[in-house]
């Protein structure tokens, strides 16, 4: 059973930046899709950022292009999650997902079929 676990969270002004870690305990990491997403109240959850298992690519939702940045350790087991030049529109919960893809479309599939932490929230005011 795929357990993960999301921390980094928190308050931060406008132009700040928080990096996020999703613990996987016992997951191979470079095995599986591997993502976050994000879920503001009222609105639907949305994919932000994803490491296909397929081919290895990444996909970057446009709001966050250029500001955001995934990696992951594999040796450690856990996957991040680098913010910078963050906006109050960035205020969500936000969640750690894994699973696998197909064609390299780790959003679409991480959406629909992914193992979900708990989420942490990211709270962006001045």
């Known amino acids: 059973q795929v357990q993960l676990t999301e921390s980094g969270g928190g308050l931060v002004q406008p132009g700040g930046s928080l990096r996020l870690s999703c613990a996987a305990p016992g997951l191979t990491l470079d095995d599986y899709a591997i993502g976050w997403f994000r879920q503001a109240p009222g609105k639907e959850r949305e994919a932000v950022s994803c490491i296909s298992n397929t081919d290895g690519s990444t996909y970057y939702a446009d709001s966050v292009k250029g500001r955001f940045t995934i990696s992951r350790d594999t040796a450690k087991n856990t996957l991040y999650l680098q913010m910078n030049s963050l906006k109050p529109e960035d205020t969500a919960v936000y969640y750690c997902?894994?699973?696998?893809?197909?064609?390299?479309?780790?959003?679409?599939?991480?959406?629909?079929?992914?193992?979900w932490g708990q989420g942490t929230q990211v709270t962006v005011s001045s």
């Open positions: 997902a894994a699973g696998f893809d197909r064609d390299g479309h780790c959003s679409y599939y991480l959406q629909k079929f992914g193992a």
